[in-house]
């Protein structure tokens, strides 16, 4: 069997951390980008190593694993989580089998790194919660996976907002548009079968922007009114393989079980206000995160497609030259840049990847539950189920849950 690579050249003194991860498609080959970098990049306490990676196709995880730097491939997550050289489940499934393979991998005291959406019920999320906080006493961690957090752009924000900066929060404004679901004959893929994905737009795109507002806000919505849409409910069914966000079609056609879009305001708990959209038809828009703050005392505005940028009104500044200006974060005291490239050379998505497993390998030997926990997870959950319920009602204003 091939030695497993490590992912520090050079770190070869620290104890390894050796990461068993489940999937290997888009978020595979993105999460893997981020272990695969994270010892070369900052200085961690353990050395990250690929040791395994696992997916039902045999040849096609084999050729997942040489192509991003696994030392070994498994078609059965059970057995991969049952190696004793494994002590940590990278979960890059679709959110039908989140549930199971945490519960299962944080029984065995393995640290889980779980994708977005948590789970697709609350009741899933609930379970694992449990699970994780459980876990957590025995010295196992837990963490979700939303990557936007890690956008250097937006932790700056996150801390612009916590050092007062806006001032009382009045208004959070956040879209997250893509089109891939314009073409009527785009497959039913798993992402359009609600026992497999939870939900749709609202699981897929919502999730990340309930999760960036509350993080960036620094505090939890209250509640919801809602208005959910399945625009096209039956589509070609998928012919063969699909791969991140292309698919091709076969005969017969099968219904569409998910939203399409979802838009919905929110009201925080100091009242502010909040409105989200989330859309997968929004033609022209490929992956358009946008996010406006405006508080007492400033605002903030970051917009995904400019990630390297945060745009900031000083609302303190005399009216003859104040004005929204740009900021461009790529400096060393801007969170996690003082590893990278000189100022001006900017980073990309790949990067909130590498961040995050940096972030969780910090938690992991220092014993502090990572940041978003399971609960944070949980907490998200709860939101998207208090959208369905609006929504169900015809958008009446439904309270979440604590
Ligand atoms: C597809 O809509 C998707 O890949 C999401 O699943 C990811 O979470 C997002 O980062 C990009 O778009």
């Known amino acids: 069997m091939a030695q497993p690579q490590q992912s520090d050249g050079s770190g070869g003194d620290k104890p390894p951390l050796r990461v068993g991860m489940v999937g290997y498609a888009f978020m595979g080959a993105a999460h893997s980008q981020g272990w695969r970098t994270v010892g070369r990049v900052f200085d961690l306490p353990r050395r990250p190593v690929l040791a395994a990676i696992c997916g039902r196709d045999a040849a096609a995880v084999r050729a997942a694993a040489d192509r991003h730097g696994w030392a070994a491939a498994e078609t059965d997550w059970r057995t991969l989580i049952a190696r004793d050289d494994i002590d940590l489940v990278d979960i890059c499934t679709p959110g039908d089998s989140h549930a199971e393979i945490a519960l299962a991998a944080l029984a065995v005291g393995k640290h889980v790194l779980c994708e977005k959406p948590l789970a697709n019920t609350v009741e899933q999320a609930e379970a694992m919660t449990e699970a994780a906080e459980a876990a957590h006493r025995r010295g196992t961690l837990a963490m979700v996976g939303f990557n936007y957090r890690r956008v250097p752009a937006a932790a700056l924000a996150r801390r612009m907002v916590a050092e007062g900066r806006l001032g009382t929060l009045r208004h959070v404004r956040v879209t997250y548009l893509q089109d891939w679901l314009v073409d009527r004959d785009f497959p039913l893929t798993w ?212």
Do not use: C, M
């Open 191 to 402: 992402r359009l079968r609600k026992e497999l994905a939870g939900s749709g737009a609202l699981g897929d795109l919502g999730a990340h922007i309930v999760d960036l507002a509350q993080y960036l806000a620094g505090e939890r919505l209250a509640g919801v009114s809602a208005l959910t849409e399945t625009f096209v409910p039956e589509r070609p069914l998928p012919g063969g393989p699909t791969s991140g966000l292309a698919a091709r079609s076969a005969a017969g056609t099968g219904q569409v079980t998910v939203d399409d879009a979802a838009l919905f305001t929110g009201r925080f708990l100091s009242g502010a206000l909040a409105s989200f959209e989330a859309t997968r038809y929004a033609t022209g828009r490929k992956n358009a995160l946008r996010i406006e703050l405006n508080g007492e005392r400033g605002s903030l505005a970051f917009d995904l497609e400019r990630l390297n940028e945060l745009s900031y009104h000083d609302g303190s500044e005399p009216s003859t030259h104040a004005g929204f200006r740009r900021i461009l974060v790529t400096e060393p005291d801007h969170p996690y840049l003082d590893a990278w490239w000189p100022p001006g050379h900017g980073l990309g998505y790949e990067h909130t990847f590498v961040h995050q497993a940096r972030d969780l390998v910090h938690a992991i030997a220092e014993g502090r539950r990572p940041d978003p926990s399971f609960a944070d997870g949980l907490q998200v959950q709860r939101v998207l189920a208090a959208v369905e319920e609006s929504a169900e009602k015809n958008s009446v204003y439904t309270p979440i849950t604590i």
